[in-house]
Nanobody, 129 residues
Framework: QVQLVESGGGLVQPGGSLRLSCAASGDTFSYYAMGWFRQTPGKERELVAAISRSGSNVDYAHSVKGRFTIDRDNSRNTVSLQMNSLKPEDTAVYYC??????????????????????WGQGTQVTVSS
């Protein structure tokens, strides 16, 4: 079982940048495909970005393509989300999630939130002037 802890959230002005990090512990990190999701009050949790076990494949929500970058370091058990050109509509609680894929093709990306078994506690990102 993996434990996930997010960090790096905060208040930023429109057009600014933030880098979120998620530290994993308790299991072999490379067994897990990873994702970043976000949620605002009254709305469903939505996928922001996902990355395969190997890090070779990624996927992004249309709304963040070209602005956000997901990457992972399997030697440090971390996954990060670099967020540039932030907009007020990016304001949300951001969650890191892990999908156990031991034995599966390491290039698979998981985009369905229902397939993620483990979640962090979330970190607030507020984009406002």
């Amino acid at each position: 079982q993996v434990q996930l802890v997010e960090s790096g959230g905060g208040l930023v002005q429109p057009g600014g940048s933030l880098r979120l990090s998620c530290a994993a512990s308790g299991d072999t990190f490379s067994y897990y495909a990873m994702g970043w999701f976000r949620q605002t009050p009254g709305k469903e949790r939505e996928l922001v970005a996902a990355i395969s076990r190997s890090g070779s494949n990624v996927d992004y929500a249309h709304s963040v393509k070209g602005r956000f970058t997901i990457d992972r370091d399997n030697s440090r058990n971390t996954v990060s989300l670099q967020m540039n050109s932030l907009k007020p509509e990016d304001t949300a609680v951001y969650y890191c999630a892990a999908d156990l894929q031991e034995g599966k093709d390491p290039v698979l990306v998981t985009t369905n939130s229902d397939e993620y078994e483990y979640w962090g506690q979330g970190t607030q990102v507020t984009v406002s002037s």
